[in-house]
């Protein structure tokens, strides 16, 4: 084909090289000799020449040499673009090289686009083959348009390349539009929002899982269609086998936008691993296979959820938890009413109601479970001993037995002070303050077990609510910044890759890219106040239950509420931690959402020990401290693939 070029130059530079030399072959007056000669010698300057196609046709393939001083330019007719409509040009370089591509520049009346043979995309893939959709000018619709091509390389050897021209149609409706995509054949698509519309959802499906970029773009030229383009406008999001962007009117005053798909030379970006096939040969024409990377697109157009349901899904999910409130509340007052004049044992005993109110009606019946006889002679162990499955427990604080400290005889219910086993022991109400007399007591309670007194440990637990409060507060404020700077970095780039959603069930509103992941965190929040109002009940329960009964206060297990506290708290913080996560969540900032996950387990597993160990519980700052070594052991964990990733 070459040689065929230059034997027509040849000639026709014999017999029209005057004519050339003094008339333009583009001037109106000149077109009549492009049907009888398609091809035309212009001399630019002294050291090359222009091969013009004057004419070219749509749908029709060239094949022709360009080297350092012959350039082909190819001079469409002129043609009439609707809105559906855009010119599409398709060339090929089969023997260009890196050190002398082949350039393309394509002109239009009012912008300009190149090009260039082997195209290398992301400095590292080399393509022979490209495919690129010409911007339409929205103003220039159904007017008549000219097109001109150049062609040219500083090769000193010939180079052969193909070029054809085709209407490309790019109307994007809502029906399903099928389409192929490859890094070097990008597409695009444009849609216009109708007028009752004001939102929809762009849905990308593929039945493959190669790594491609769908992105949005407003209706203006250039198109960046490039990979190392596309990242400069709209929005954008990778995409394997679906992808979905929702899209709002508003954020385009035009009232349509561009799809733009383009695949990506690897899948490293949508799966951090490299491809297991090989890089394209660099001589990929001399008997070897090139290595492709095509997929097929399944592009349509969904309207958006309307205002209305958007309203009624959130205010349902409030009205849920409301729901859960009023019954909460409904059933504290209904019990509240009909134990109202009963003992507010009722509230505080709970399983153990019968066992407590035999304990408080038993004044006539003191069991005596000191280590000393109940009279002369007797044997040591309790008095009128009858099982009555209570365990034998006189709960009574401050109320003893009359003992006597000189010597004598004394009843059965008094402790003979001649045996000697009594001689040393002081029978002062200190047992009461002091654990280590408690055997004096004539009726020991649970809480007497206890080696520290109450009140020094309602202040060791309250601190389990203190330090997890601050806690909060310096976890909690940094976090909330730092989303706050994701979301705004999403919005002012675009880059949905930042953060990971299911795109498709993703609900915009105002600033936030999906409001509905965020506000289904509202339950954690809720729940954990709730809690803490449950718990705040039973506190001030079982203040009163001592105020009004004083020789009860030992009664059971010593109550200490401050882990419970802590408990709803953390669920509070839970909902607002994952909340900041799902505003923009990633594998960097999972440990927002896990870290109060790990305080409420591990509190959780506190206050069951605590329920039979109330005394000898972890410190509040040591049991904090456990908890920070693993959220330090999970950041460990996200930190080295970043590790990994430079070693290799």
Not at 127 to 150: A, M
Not at 247 to 260: A, L
Not at 407 to 425: H, M, Q, R, W
Not at 640 to 648: D, F, P, T
Request: with cysteine; hydrophobic share 40%; charged share 20%.
């Amino acid at each position: 084909m070459c040689l065929t070029t230059l034997v027509v130059i040849l000639n026709i530079s014999l017999s029209h090289t005057q004519h050339m030399l003094n008339e333009d072959p583009f001037h109106p007056a000149s077109q009549h000799i492009a049907h009888i000669h398609p091809f035309h010698y212009h001399d630019d300057d002294q050291d090359g020449t222009v091969i013009t196609i004057a004419n070219a046709s749509f749908g029709e393939k060239y094949n022709y040499c360009v080297n350092d001083t012959t350039d082909v330019r190819f001079r469409f007719l002129p043609f009439v673009l609707t809105e559906d409509v855009a010119v599409r040009i398709s060339v090929s370089a089969a023997n260009a090289s890196k050190d002398f591509p082949v350039l393309f520049v394509i002109k239009q009346q009012k912008s300009v686009m190149s090009w260039q043979i082997p195209l290398i995309v992301l400095k590292s893939f080399s393509y022979q083959n490209v495919s690129r959709t010409l911007c339409p000018l929205r103003e220039e619709y159904n007017k008549s348009e000219e097109l001109i091509i150049d062609v040219s390389t500083m090769s000193l050897k010939s180079v052969n390349f193909t070029l054809e021209a085709n209407f490309d149609y790019i109307l994007l409706k809502t029906e399903i539009n099928s389409t192929q995509v490859s890094p070097a054949k990008p597409r695009y698509f444009l849609y216009e929002f109708p007028e009752d519309i004001d939102s929809v959802v762009v849905i990308a499906e593929s039945d493959d899982r190669i790594c491609s970029v769908m992105s949005v773009q407003d209706t203006t030229c250039p198109v960046y269609d490039l990979l190392d383009s596309i990242e400069f406008i709209g929005f954008r999001q990778s995409v394997t086998k679906r992808g979905a962007i929702t899209i709002q009117k508003s954020k385009f005053k035009s009232g349509s936008f561009f799809v733009v798909l383009v695949v990506k030379p690897n899948d490293y970006d949508c799966s951090l691993i490299d491809t297991i096939q090989p890089y394209p040969p660099s001589t990929p024409y001399e008997g070897k296979v090139v290595w492709d990377r095509v997929k097929t697109y399944n592009i349509s157009v969904e309207p958006a959820i309307s205002k209305s349901e958007f309203l009624g899904a959130t205010l349902g999910a409030l009205f849920l938890f409301v729901f859960i409130y009023v019954v909460a509340f409904t059933v504290g007052v209904i019990y509240h009413y009909r134990n109202r004049n009963n003992s507010l044992v009722t509230e505080i005993g709970g399983e153990n109601l019968t066992e407590t109110r035999g304990l408080l009606e038993s004044d006539n019946h003191v069991r005596n479970y000191s280590s000393f006889p109940t009279g002369h002679g007797s044997n040591p162990g309790p008095s009128n001993a009858h099982d009555d499955g209570t365990g034998g427990e006189e709960c009574e604080r401050g109320d003893m037995p009359p003992r006597r400290r000189s010597g004598g005889s004394s009843s059965s219910s008094e402790v003979s002070l001649d045996d000697e086993a009594v001689n040393d022991v002081d029978f002062l109400q200190d047992a009461n303050q002091h654990r280590d007399v408690v055997r004096t007591k004539a009726s020991v309670c649970v809480a007497d077990l206890s080696r520290k007194p109450e009140k020094v440990l309602n202040k060791k637990y309250n601190l389990y609510i203190w330090n997890l409060v601050t806690l909060a507060i310096f976890y909690g404020l940094p976090v909330i910044q730092l989303v706050i700077t994701y979301q705004t970095v999403v919005n002012k780039t675009g880059d949905e890759d930042l953060c990971y959603y299911n795109f498709y069930c993703a609900r915009s509103l105002g600033v936030l890219t999906s409001f509905n992941n965020v506000y289904s965190n509202i339950g954690y929040v809720l729940l954990g106040i709730l809690f803490i109002i449950l718990v705040l009940r039973r506190d001030r329960l079982y203040y009163l239950h001592q105020q009004q009964n004083q020789r009860t206060q030992a009664c059971g297990i010593p109550q200490h509420f401050g882990v419970f506290y802590a408990m709803g708290i953390a669920l509070a913080m839970e909902g607002i931690l994952s909340a900041c996560y799902h505003v923009c969540p990633s594998y960097n900032n999972f440990q927002f959402d896990t870290a109060f996950m790990y305080m409420i387990g591990w509190l959780t597993m506190l206050k069951i020990y605590q329920t039979r160990h109330p005394d000898i519980n972890a410190h509040a700052h040591t049991a904090y401290c456990a908890i920070a070594v693993v959220v330090f052991i999970g950041v460990i964990g996200v930190v080295s693939v970043y590790w990994l990733n430079c070693m290799n």
